[in-house]
């Protein structure tokens, strides 16, 4: 893997940077020493993001069910996958369901700047379809 000049967090929260990543990739890379195979997900983001469509695909299945039903069972299911350590948060229209982060967070080195915990979330707008997502 090449290395960046720039932290792993500073790259992913500047807009500008991730702007300039969009326009012109080819440059971005270049300028940060990154080869296009340091943008793809690496093993354990991509086990993360299985993890994440399995319980996306199953909560879908819910949507038919009204809601007073179709939460408590939500939630079951992502414990089912992920076990116990859910995190919930609020979306507009719906609930975001992620599995827990590890305490401490693994750091995140110079040398790996899309690094991730290897976890996984999901979000579902009510009675629509969940979308699965890694989470950093």
């Known amino acids: 893997m090449t290395t960046g000049k720039r932290?792993?967090?500073e790259l992913?929260?500047?807009?500008?940077?991730?702007?300039?990543?969009?326009?012109d990739p080819k440059k971005w890379m270049?300028?940060?020493r990154?080869?296009?195979?340091d943008l793809d997900?690496?093993?354990?983001a991509r086990s993360a993001a299985t993890r994440a469509e399995k319980v996306a695909a199953k909560a879908d299945e819910l949507s038919r069910l009204p809601l007073v039903e179709a939460l408590p069972r939500l939630r079951e299911l992502a414990e089912e996958v992920w076990g116990e350590d859910?995190?919930?948060s609020r979306v507009p229209f719906g609930v975001s369901l992620a599995q827990r982060r590890p305490v401490p967070p693994p750091p995140i080195l110079d040398d790996d700047p899309f690094a991730t915990?290897?976890?996984?979330?999901i979000?579902?707008?009510?009675?629509l379809k969940c979308k699965p997502d890694v989470d950093r």
């Open 41 to 44: 997900l690496n093993d354990e």
């Open 7 to 9: 932290r792993a967090d």
């Open 34 to 37: 990154l080869e296009e195979s």
């Open 86 to 88: 859910v995190e919930v």
């Open 123 to 127: 979000s579902c707008t009510f009675r």
């Open 30 to 32: 270049k300028r940060h």
């Open 117 to 121: 915990t290897g976890t996984g979330s």
């Open 12 to 23: 992913l929260e500047d807009p500008a940077v991730l702007e300039a990543l969009l326009r």
